[in-house]
T-cell receptor, first 116, second 118 residues
Framework: GENVEQHPSTLSVQEGDSAVIKCTYS??????FPWYKQELGKRPQLIID?????GEKKDQRIAVTLNKTAKHFSLHITETQPEDSAVYFC???????????????FGKGTKLSVIP | DGGITQSPKYLFRKEGQNVTLSCEQN?????MYWYRQDPGQGLRLIYY???????QKGDIAEGYSVSREKKESFPLTVTSAQKNPTAFYLC?????????????????FGAGSRLTVL
């Protein structure tokens, strides 16, 4: 089965600096890579996702890059703000046409703290 | 509240007792999932269901059972056979669509249920 490794487990940055979280996956057939953000005491919510037919996707201050050859993908947050403080989870799955729903394998999470 | 409701929010159980966690969604999603969240362990899949009256085991199904009698409902029973049941349980749902379609298969999570075994 799929195995997703996520690093670092904790990350502290000064407000305004950039933050990078990295994940590696084991199954070369995986083709969908979402990132979820979980603020303290709240439910995880999707913040950005990327599919294997693109190498990079950006949405305002967040971006995700994918290297299929090396089997790793990263979340980049620029100009960090205190409200970015949360636990971030990466995930991977193999979505196949007609296969119905799918199983996401999650990384263990990164606790990001943005220091004002 | 996001269209997916879990209850109860907090639950205490004595050892040897079964407990059932409720999950209801009004998003008309075909697929529903149960995850367990432990500190430093990420989200681990317990069971998932794509259609009424059908479900599949996830990575850590031992000691748990589910049912899917209605599209809107996917209750999880934590049985006495689960050796370490104290955890935070998250239910999620998603539509089922073709890969690469925007919005298809994105998980919507409930607010979670925290189970403590005394």
């Amino acid at each position: 089965g799929e195995n997703v490794e996520q690093h670092p487990s904790t990350l502290s940055v000064q407000e305004g600096d950039s933050a990078v979280i990295k994940c590696t996956y084991s199954d070369s057939a995986s083709n969908y890579f979402p990132w979820y953000k979980q603020e303290l005491g709240k439910r995880p919510q999707l913040i950005i996702d990327i599919r294997s037919n693109v190498g990079e996707k950006k949405d305002q201050r967040i971006a995700v890059t994918l290297n299929k050859t090396a089997k790793h993908f990263s979340l980049h947050i620029t100009e960090t703000q205190p409200e970015d403080s949360a636990v971030y989870f990466c995930a991977a799955s193999n979505q196949r046409s007609g296969a119905g729903s799918y199983q996401l394998t999650f990384g263990k999470g990164t606790k990001l703290s943005v220091i004002p | 509240d996001g269209g997916i409701t879990q209850s109860p929010k907090y639950l205490f159980r004595k050892e040897g007792q079964n407990v059932t966690l409720s999950c209801e969604q009004n998003l008309n999603h075909d697929a529903m999932y149960w995850y367990r969240q432990d500190p430093g362990q990420g989200l681990r899949l317990i069971y998932y269901s794509q259609i009424v009256n059908d479900f599949q085991k996830g990575d850590i199904a031992e000691g748990y059972s589910v049912s899917r009698e209605k599209k809107e409902s996917f209750p999880l029973t934590v049985t006495s056979a689960q050796k370490n049941p104290t955890a935070f349980y998250l239910c999620a749902s998603s539509s089922i669509g073709e890969p690469f379609n925007s919005g298809a298969n994105v998980l919507t999570f409930g607010a979670g249920s925290r189970l403590t075994v005394l």
